[in-house]
């Protein structure tokens, strides 16, 4: 009887951690997720801030060939 007392015990116990690990990973993987939306979001306000410059330098370009 104790020994199979101590089985479930052990079961448990295993169970408990390997739903530990499994939340961890679920947090990392949660983490992660997070970190590429920002890693998109920066990337996309660089592309717009570089398209915005373009665009000044075009019209800066287009004013002086009116001049001309």
């Known amino acids: 009887m104790a020994a ?9 116990k295993k169970k408990a951690t390997k739903r530990k690990a499994t939340k961890k990973k679920a947090t990392k993987k949660k983490a992660a997720k997070k970190a590429r939306k920002k890693a998109t ?12 410059k ?15």
């Open 41 to 52: 979001k920066k990337k996309a306000a660089k592309k717009k801030a570089t398209r915005k």
């Open 54 to 68: 373009a665009a000044k330098k075009a019209t800066k370009k287009k004013a002086a060939r009116r001049k001309r």
């Open 4 to 12: 199979r007392k101590k089985a479930t015990k052990k079961a448990t």
